[in-house]
């Protein structure tokens, strides 16, 4: 077996040995200096400065004030509106910055803290401000809104804009702050998509504007709210780098019912409120007074409150829901009950395999859609008293 060749290290450049010497300070009390042979006058490196800490029992205890109650909208927060396109984003953006701009009382039944917003209108200024008019020509406000909206792009995700725009949205909430002498209460960018510059929204220039946004609310104590699109892969999740999603102290998703039309804002996520919560709305069509270049009457839309009532929710089994389907259907020709027989016929002449039947009407009386006897079988939620 050959001998393994000795690596010649003169082939290399070693760093200098004191590269690596350690600084440590001098032994004190025993008078030694191991041999090291240290210098009387060298000194050691400074001592590193350490955090601020504070005792549990001497932190204030006050909660983080609330811009709109219960929704993790607060001062000095991240947030996000998210909802597929026409799912009423900008609409309900818009209301919910004359709201706290005109210091109503209550938007969708939640309190709020009234003050002046700034909304930058990045993607459709014209869009922003049509729905902003035709909101305060149909609502009554406490105070004339302070609502300041901005038609600029900024690049909050580039390379090279991401400083000095973050830097020019901080100084025009000052300069708001300066002309209404109080603080800004909402920051609204709308759509974050338009002011990620010449940043990718998958890397880096989502991770540029994730910190710019939160530069802007620790700088000037403001909420700001960042409208967004879901993942085109997953409605559930926020398009773009997953940092977005876990930066944001709330998220509100916007949904809309397929055959009511109501839209629904669900609280997704909040850092100290409980998540579910849902605030149901309707768009208004309203025609404005404004006509437009051929004469012809203006339309846009606006948020108000429904009156319909939250539809049941409905089984999570794909062949209960087909199974409850065909009985709502029965039900509506007349026939108000049946015996399990009849049902699992009713399964079976739907396609379902031999005990899928059986498994879904087990399901269905489990989830207290289908009550009474094997004989007498009748849907608790008949046809004509649930909105499907």
């Keep these: 077996m050959n001998a393994t060749p000795e690596l010649d290290v003169g082939d290399f450049e070693l760093p200098p040995l004191d590269l690596y010497a350690k600084q440590e300070p001098e032994a004190q009390g025993n008078g030694a200096d191991n041999g090291a042979g240290a210098d009387a006058g060298s000194s050691s490196a400074p001592a590193a400065e350490p955090y601020p800490v504070?005792?549990?029992?001497?932190?204030?205890?006050?909660?983080?004030?609330?811009?709109?109650?219960?929704?993790?909208?607060?001062?000095?927060?991240?947030?996000?509106?998210?909802?597929?396109?026409?799912?009423?984003?900008?609409?309900?953006?818009?209301?919910?910055?004359?709201?706290?701009?005109?210091?109503?009382?209550?938007?969708?039944?939640?309190?709020?803290?009234?003050?002046?917003?700034?909304?930058?209108?990045?993607?459709?200024?014209?869009?922003?401000?049509?729905?902003?008019?035709?909101?305060?020509?149909?609502?009554?406000?406490?105070?004339?809104?302070?609502?300041?909206?901005?038609?600029?792009?900024?690049?909050?995700?580039?390379?090279y804009t991401s400083i000095t725009d973050t830097d020019r949205i901080v100084a025009t909430v000052r300069n708001v702050e300066s002309i209404e002498g109080g603080a800004v209460r909402l920051l609204l960018i709308d759509t974050?998509?338009?002011?990620?510059?010449?940043?990718?929204?998958n890397g880096e220039g989502m991770l540029r504007l994730v910190v710019a946004a939160k530069f802007i609310a620790a700088q000037t104590g403001t909420c700001v709210v960042l409208i967004h699109h879901p993942s085109k892969g997953d409605a559930a999740s926020l398009r773009g780098h997953s940092s977005l999603a876990a930066a944001c102290d709330a998220i509100l998703r916007i949904e809309v019912e397929e055959l009511s039309g109501v839209r629904t804002a669900t609280l997704t996520k909040a850092r100290d409120d409980a998540t579910g919560l849902q605030l149901r709305f309707e768009l208004e069509q309203v025609v404005l007074d404004e006509r437009d270049s051929f004469g012809d009457a203006q339309t846009t839309i606006v948020v108000r409150a429904t009156t319909q009532a939250k539809p049941r929710a409905r089984p999570s089994g794909a062949r209960q829901r087909e199974l409850l389907g065909e009985l709502e259907r029965r039900h509506r020709t007349g026939e108000q009950s049946w015996d399990e027989a009849t049902v699992h016929k009713a399964g079976r002449d739907l396609g379902m395999p031999r005990n899928s039947p059986r498994d879904a009407l087990q399901g269905l009386q489990a989830g207290g859609f289908v009550i009474g006897s094997a004989a007498h079988l009748t849907l608790k939620y008949p046809p004509e008293d649930c909105t499907k």
């Design 192 to 201: 974050l998509a338009s002011c990620l510059g010449d940043g990718d929204e």
């Design 54 to 159: 504070t005792r549990l029992d001497e932190l204030a205890s006050a909660p983080r004030a609330a811009v709109v109650q219960g929704l993790g909208l607060d001062e000095g927060a991240v947030a996000a509106i998210v909802g597929a396109p026409n799912a009423g984003k900008t609409a309900v953006a818009v209301s919910l910055a004359l709201a706290v701009a005109g210091h109503s009382e209550r938007w969708l039944g939640r309190k709020l803290k009234g003050g002046p917003v700034v909304y930058v209108a990045a993607e459709a200024p014209g869009s922003v401000v049509m729905r902003a008019r035709a909101a305060v020509s149909r609502q009554v406000f406490d105070r004339k809104p302070a609502l300041y909206i901005s038609k600029a792009v900024p690049g909050m995700g580039g390379e």
